[in-house]
């Protein structure tokens, strides 16, 4: 698949070095899956793409590498490293732990009605008619969503560790969606479910229909690494 292409800076991007520029572009296509796990870039073409010299690109590899998203290989480009079994496994059992404690905590202030209505006011914007499924925007709005039911839990320190994991999560989002289309329909129908099990205030069924919604998204991440 075409990286995406690079949108016209605004008056705020302008403002960014060329190295951050390059930076933000190469970053973009490896979340979104216009750089997949596997493929082999070079200076050159993200040069030419962000219209830059190949030395602030240079800078953008050494902080991408350094984040675990490059592999460079002098003379030969940068491997965008695919994402592993582990990372899969880590990312997501990290998630649910910290989202069945935002989950229970909002429903023991008693504020699981407005946290129900808020998940249903981004679920309507990631099931809206009118817009074209595209796997990136999904998943920008699917992060959303479960950001909702974590900064509910009204703890600075874990919505900080969740935010950490957002490119993560959204790569892995983004892989899913391209591999499994059917994905749509299912996370949607998932984070229905989550947000009526949220608004009946049950613990229980909130935990394990929060389990079920991560434990697919794993069986679709999983076949993604099989090539299944």
Do not use: W
Request: hydrophobic fraction near 45%; charge should be negative.
């Amino acid at each position: 698949m075409p990286p995406r292409s690079d949108p016209t800076p605004s008056a705020g991007a302008s403002q960014e070095s060329a190295a951050d520029r390059a930076y933000t572009y190469v970053k973009r296509q490896i979340v979104t899956a216009g750089y997949p796990g596997g493929t082999l870039i070079s200076e050159g073409e993200v040069a030419a793409a962000v219209a830059v010299s190949r030395t602030p690109v240079r800078e953008a590899f050494l902080r991408l590498e350094a984040e675990g998203l490059l592999r460079l290989y002098p003379k030969r480009g940068a491997l965008v490293v695919p994402v592993s079994a582990s990372e899969i496994r880590d990312v997501l059992d990290a998630r649910l732990m910290i989202e069945r404690h935002a989950a229970r905590t909002a429903i023991a202030a008693g504020d699981h009605h407005g946290l129900a209505a808020r998940l249903r006011a981004v679920l309507a914007e990631q099931d809206d008619p009118a817009a074209p499924r595209d796997a990136a925007r999904f998943t920008e709005i699917d992060q959303r969503f479960h950001v909702a039911l974590v900064d509910a839990a009204g703890n600075q320190l874990l919505s900080a560790f969740y935010a950490s994991l957002r490119d993560r999560q959204l790569r892995m989002g983004t892989a899913a969606l391209l591999h499994d289309p059917h994905r749509y329909d299912g996370i949607l129908a998932e984070h229905t479910a989550i947000a009526d099990v949220i608004d009946g205030g049950d613990t229980e069924a909130v935990a394990s229909t929060l389990a079920a919604h991560l434990a697919a998204t794993r069986a679709t991440l999983s076949g993604t690494l099989s090539g299944n």
